[in-house]
């Protein structure tokens, strides 16, 4: 009988060694793929949206002024002392506490406010457009459009993003200014002064000094954040001072707010609470209760008379509204028939069967209903991706704990020790957050990321070879120590990236994702790039180490 070749076993050490280049690789194309998709996200509704229904009657004011106060946040709003104009607004007119959803830029805050949708149906952009060329025109019914319908002058004064996102809404003038700081403000309410006393029934203003400061010149902590906040407050006085508000109505929002050391985008608390202030012909006074973001274009709908933004998820805040109860009637007639339309289509564009049940709280019932078929989607196809991602999550640990591999302890020491290092510059000296507020570009989250992955995995590495006391080990086998403190960091970092993976998916295709997860993903895949990298190069100085050591 002929003699069987012995299979010849596998070279573990070999393989850990060529594999990291191409665990560094995947992972950066992996982090760029979430990002582009993000960049690049269209709504299901996208050439598919709801039509518009009729005209709500009779407008109850003259006209409404919208004063757009970018990135101002709820507690700088209350500061009397810093805002005394806004706050002798809020005391004579209606205020509440406004919240918003991730992602807290102002591409996606400007859609849900015009168009009453939230970022994951309102087709804008989930991250601010990248350039001036790169702005996304509505694809979804605004309140502008719906002016423009009713017969109505809108203009619009403020940043240049503006213009080609209204480009489509039948604007009738506008002002737009790349500038973001004191003077570009001053340009913007200069420019929509006359249209507050002429034939404009629709106007919005965009002060953006506020944001700017925050960005720039030290962020809601900083003076020069107050300074902003008190210059903008003039402006608004400004404004106030032009209109009649006895025929008049005048709303003071912002978009989203900052994080301490300045920055937004990412799914923070501080950065989803705004203010909403509103005064004049057809508001009722009082402090309200808690509103969303998407409440503001149906609201503003009322106000004018024009149809309900026919992807509008927010309600008509009637409460507020000093309306006749039989065109309060009217309204909420119109919001069944709007709602349905917004469900129908929906749920025709995702595949996924929807109803709502019956409820007085007709858009409670059918936001419900919209998240349901959506959580019915995701469910589906998140079967699979939760199994692959928990045979990969325990069989690697399983693996360890068969063979009790004592050099394991240490490893896993290793690993405490890069997360410790890592998280005391991240989130004790740095006081970053987990979500995208902190980074204030690629470039510099990079090299941020770059040097804090490369100061806690040379420690941690420092730790692990003084712990088995590599010195006493020939170059092969000091490497291979090196080589598994390296595997065992990136088994830890695999945790998060597979939760992500197994909530969000490879990268976000028909829905937004839950922001935290694909963050959390995001960020271990960053350090797994450097780790992977960083880490080949300190398996080659353990070999080193390990030569030199043994010949002396």
Do not use: C
Not at 72 to 86: E, I, K, N, Q
Not at 333 to 359: F, N, T
Not at 431 to 441: A, D, E, H, V
């Amino acid at each position: 009988m002929r003699n069987l070749r012995r299979t010849k076993p596998i070279n573990w050490f070999v393989l850990g060694i060529l594999s990291l280049p191409l665990v560094a690789i995947g992972a950066y194309f992996w982090a760029t793929g979430i990002f582009s998709a993000l960049e690049n996200h269209r709504s299901p509704l996208q050439a598919a949206a709801p039509a518009p229904g009729a005209e709500l009657g009779e407008p109850l004011t003259r006209r409404v002024v919208i004063v757009l106060m970018d990135a101002l946040r709820y507690d700088t709003s209350t500061d009397a002392a810093l805002m005394p104009v806004l706050n002798e607004l809020r005391i004579e007119g209606a205020s509440a506490i406004m919240t918003s959803r991730p992602p807290s830029f102002s591409a996606p805050g400007w859609t849900t406010l015009l168009t009453g949708a939230w970022p994951d149906i309102n087709d804008s952009q989930p991250f601010n457009p990248p350039d001036d060329l790169s702005v996304r025109t509505f694809t979804q019914d605004d309140i502008f459009a719906a002016a423009d319908r009713s017969g109505l002058n809108a203009a619009v004064s403020g940043y240049t993003w503006f213009e080609g996102m209204l480009a489509d809404s039948g604007l009738d003038d506008g002002f737009y200014t790349p500038g973001e700081d004191d003077a570009a403000d001053q340009e913007v309410v200069a420019a929509a002064l006359p249209w507050l006393t002429g034939d404009y029934q629709l106007i919005l203003i965009h002060i953006d000094q506020i944001d700017y400061a925050g960005h720039h010149e030290g962020g809601p902590i900083s003076p020069n954040w107050d300074a902003a906040a008190a210059r903008s407050d003039a402006l608004l006085g400004e404004i106030a001072a032009q209109l009649d508000l006895e025929l008049d109505t005048l709303i003071v929002v912002s978009d989203h707010g900052q994080i301490d050391k300045g920055g937004h985008g990412g799914n923070e608390p501080v950065t989803m609470v705004e203010p909403f202030v509103a005064i004049g012909a057809g508001i009722l006074p009082g402090q309200y209760s808690e509103i969303k973001m998407a409440d503001v274009a149906p609201t503003l709908a009322v106000l004018l008379g024009t149809n309900l933004p026919a992807s509008s998820q927010g309600r008509p805040l009637l409460e507020m509204l000093d309306i006749p109860p039989e065109q309060a009637l009217v309204v909420l007639e119109a919001e069944k028939i709007q709602q349905s339309g917004l469900l129908a289509a929906y749920s025709d564009a995702i595949g996924q069967p929807a109803e709502a049940e019956e409820s007085e709280a007709v858009v409670s019932a059918t936001q419900l209903a919209m998240e349901k078929a959506r959580m019915g989607r995701l469910a589906q196809e998140r079967i699979w991706r939760n199994m692959i991602a928990l045979f990969l999550a325990i069989v690697p640990g399983y693996l360890l704990y068969v063979r009790k591999e004592k050099k394991a302890l240490w490893m896993l020491g290793g690993a405490l020790v890069y997360l410790a290092i890592f998280g005391l510059r991240y989130i004790v000296l740095d006081k970053n957050t987990f979500g995208l507020s902190w980074i204030p570009g690629m470039a510099e989250f990079i090299v941020y990321m770059a040097v804090t992955t490369g100061i806690a995995l040379i420690l941690a590495w420092l730790a692990v070879m003084f712990g088995l006391r590599v010195h006493r080990y020939g170059p092969r086998q000091a490497a291979g120590s090196a080589l598994g403190s390296v595997w065992f960091i990136l088994y830890v970092l695999s945790i998060p990236i597979l939760l992500n993976f197994a909530v969000n998916g490879v990268t976000a295709t028909w829905t937004l994702p839950e922001f935290t997860t694909q963050y959390l993903g995001f960020f271990a895949l960053a350090q797994v790039m450097f780790v992977s990298a960083i880490g080949l190069l300190l398996v080659g100085v353990s070999a080193l180490i390990g030569r030199f050591v043994k010949k002396t």
